[in-house]
């Protein structure tokens, strides 16, 4: 029997038996049932497709990377081909124009990825006891890919620590950036959880919550089959919303939603502020095997306190309760740090065909690992957690 491995390239999840593509993904534990990454497995991604939020006129072309072996799936990755940088959060418009300055072309360009979701997870997605050699095979078969394509480059974006070790090894370009999360120290409740803080900033967080549930109403929390038709048609006015704001057009389609209700309402929390029975904010979270991962908000009616209140207090109410590790709340935000939510590094790979732009690339991301990290430590030691010296616990 040869052991000889096949990469392939498919431009549809749904060449992928998704249960072939759910054990390299890693798509539910025994234990939870749950994904450790709900956004790699197939059940997302072919949300994405059926819902048109990816291919034909996105700018995000599915090139679904596989490895084979004797016939069995061993490995894959989330691969797109893209026309512009959009939808990544690892920015890399500076290179682009830098790159075209110099007569090149930078795009397209190959990215592994889960679209418009800056979460960490893996990328490359090999089968139990595959890890090394299913790494490997994708590495060597993007760089096939890219260069067969002519294509300038292609990005690993949000990997994990330990991916990024293996792509340095390898050759590949390793960039970091920083997210803020907050992590679960076993607390009770969040009372627990609010008496690690300094008092200034524990009192501060009290009357923000008191301030956000004055708004005039209440805020539920959905999981499953309590999500109904009518609460997605109100989340699609809120994401709109903020899309525009953000982003002009937003990323994602309103049949996106309705395909997340049919494959995915388990591993969705939908937290809605009510007000005389009507939705008028809300914030997506995707529920992972120890992790929640906050996605959107947006609302029809401005509240004081009220986007702190559902996409940050909540979701720890919801962790807490559940026995979830951490909370990652989505990219960008300082003002996460003040609400127990602190400096986190993430990770990126990149390869870029032309040697002599790779080179500067290099030095361009050597620099900026130094800042990060300073960053970094600075914020962290403004930080709301007591520090050394004892604080009394009471307010």
Not at 295 to 304: K, L, M, N, S
Not at 361 to 371: C, D, G, N, P, R
Request: hydrophobic share 40%; aromatic share 12%; proline share 3%.
């Amino acid at each position: 029997m040869s052991n000889q491995i096949e990469i392939f390239v498919s431009g549809s999840i749904a060449d992928f038996v998704p249960e072939d593509w759910d054990a390299c993904a890693g798509g539910g534990s025994a234990s939870s049932g749950r994904a450790a990454d709900p956004f790699t497995t197939h059940r997302f991604l072919q949300a994405l497709e059926t819902s048109g939020s990816v291919g034909t006129g996105t700018g995000w072309a599915p090139r679904y990377l596989g490895a084979r072996q004797n016939g069995t799936l061993i490995a894959v990755a989330p691969l797109y081909a893209k026309g512009h940088s959009q939808g990544e959060y690892v920015f890399d418009f500076a290179w682009a124009q830098a790159y075209e300055n110099a007569g090149g072309s930078y795009y397209p360009k190959l990215q592994v990825a889960v679209p418009f979701s800056p979460v960490t997870g893996r990328r490359f997605l090999c089968r139990a006891g595959f890890e090394s050699i299913g790494q490997s095979a994708l590495v060597q078969g993007l760089v096939h890919v890219a260069t067969e394509q002519e294509m300038s480059s292609f990005h690993v974006t949000f990997c994990t620590e330990t991916e990024a070790q293996a792509g340095r090894d390898m050759g590949l370009i390793h960039r970091i950036g920083q997210q803020f999360h907050w992590e679960n120290k076993a607390y009770t409740d969040f009372n627990d959880f609010l008496s690690q803080l300094s008092s200034r900033k524990r009192k501060a967080i009290r009357k923000e919550r008191l301030q956000a549930q004055s708004f005039g109403g209440e805020i539920i929390q959905l999981t499953g089959d309590a999500i109904q038709p009518e609460h997605w048609d109100a989340f699609w006015q809120f994401y709109q919303n903020t899309g525009s704001r953000k982003w002009g057009t937003p990323y994602l389609s309103r049949r996106f939603f309705d395909c997340i209700q049919d494959s995915m309402r388990d591993d969705v929390l939908l937290i809605l502020a009510l007000r005389d029975g009507v939705p008028i904010a809300g914030a997506l979270n995707f529920i992972g095997s120890d992790t929640l991962f906050g996605r959107y908000w947006g609302c029809t009616e401005h509240h004081a306190c009220l986007h702190f209140e559902l996409c940050y207090y909540q979701a720890i109410d919801y962790a807490i309760a559940q026995g979830l590790a951490t909370v990652e709340a989505g990219a960008q935000g300082e003002h996460k740090l003040a609400r127990g939510y602190l400096p986190r590094t993430t990770h990126s790979l990149h390869w870029i065909a032309d040697a002599g732009f790779a080179s500067a690339v290099q030095e361009f991301v050597e620099a900026e690992k130094s800042a990060v990290a300073h960053e970094a430590d600075i914020l962290t030691s403004y930080g709301p957690f007591k520090k050394n010296v004892k604080e009394s616990d009471h307010d």
